[in-house]
């Protein structure tokens, strides 16, 4: 399958392929289409890192890019997102990155559509490219991630970073923990134990922390004593292992989650996950491409 629409999608195998493909692309080498290939990218969400990242890797792989606004597209004259891809298909556009609030926005359009879609997130559903440029950052980090433990903090349920992480580390041998109020402790989410903010900070490999979703919520949540109770203090930051690391998938509310000078402390790998971005961003259309079905026409030639 072309598309990438969920971690759970992806093998193993397929996940250290795509990782290290992306490590390549950090050293400034890989596959390169040498034909023009279009790509759309579809936000009908807010998004600075994922749409940016998005478009400087198409841009690095030689891509022509076709930012799509919805505002000001067909969209507000009722026009579907099946029926925008396929008129986006008609016209040429060789895959698609979507970011959409609906959760599993893609079960619409799967296999209806020829090109491949990638999932840019959905809803509270899957963030799955959030989730390989974390993995990256993690295996630059440890090398692998047998035996680490990563604890996931704040807004869980409403999380799609901690759904698709938190299924892929246990796959690849982590232990998961999450923290946080619990009002949002996910019953879906089955792949980690939840214990105490402390208790998870003292254990961690990586900590990682979440932004609350205030959009996602039904009633306005207020964040007075949230840092107290739920986030990551200086003093707690004392309390981490010497090796440990600080993630954040970012944007970051500073004060809340986080205390605003630890978000760029010598643990910190919140700026290097946004880094990272553009390399796994990279590697993911990279395979979008070449398990197309239109791979005998895109792929010539490859550079390395
Ligand atoms: N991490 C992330 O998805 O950020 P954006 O919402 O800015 O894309």
Redesign the pocket.
């Known amino acids: 399958m072309s598309s990438l629409l969920t971690m759970n999608q992806l093998t193993n195998e397929e996940i250290f392929m795509i990782l290290e493909d992306a490590e390549q692309y950090r050293l400034g080498k890989g596959w390169k289409p040498s034909n023009m290939l279009f790509v759309s990218n579809l936000f009908f969400e ?6 940016f990242s998005f478009e400087v890797a198409e841009k690095k792989l030689g891509l022509e890019v076709l930012n799509f606004s919805s505002e000001h597209s067909s969209v507000q004259k009722g026009e579907t997102l099946y029926d925008t891809i396929k008129t986006l298909e008609s016209i040429g556009a060789h895959a698609v990155v979507i970011r959409h609030q609906n959760d599993h926005f893609f079960e619409d359009l799967i296999g209806k559509v020829s090109i491949p879609i990638i999932n840019a ?1 959905d809803g509270c559903g899957h ?1 799955p490219t ?1 989730s390989l440029l974390d993995l990256l950052t993690i295996k630059q980090e440890f090398g692998g991630f047998k035996d680490l433990t990563v604890s996931i903090h704040g807004d869980i349920r409403h999380s799609r970073v901690a759904r698709s992480n938190a299924e892929v580390l246990i796959r690849l041998g982590a232990n998961v923990l999450f923290s946080g109020p619990s009002e949002w402790h996910d019953p879906l989410n089955i792949h980690g134990k939840y214990v105490d903010v402390d208790e998870a900070i003292e254990k961690s490999d990586v900590v990682m922390l979440l932004r609350i979703q205030h959009e996602r919520h039904d009633q306005k949540t207020s964040v007075e004593n949230y840092l107290a109770q739920y986030g990551l203090t200086k003093e707690r930051e004392k309390q981490m292992k010497n090796h440990a690391i600080i993630m954040h ?3 970051v509310n500073r004060g809340v989650e986080i205390e605003s000078d630890l978000i760029e402390c010598g643990r910190s790998r919140i700026f290097k996950q946004m880094e990272n971005g553009v390399f796994a961003r990279m590697a993911v259309l990279k395979r979008a491409f070449q398990q197309s079905k239109q791979k005998q026409e895109v792929i010539k030639h490859v550079i390395c």
């Not at 807010?46 to 749409?51: A, G, L, N, V, Y």
């Open positions: 807010p998004s600075t890192r994922t749409r997130g963030h959030q998938p970012a944007p």
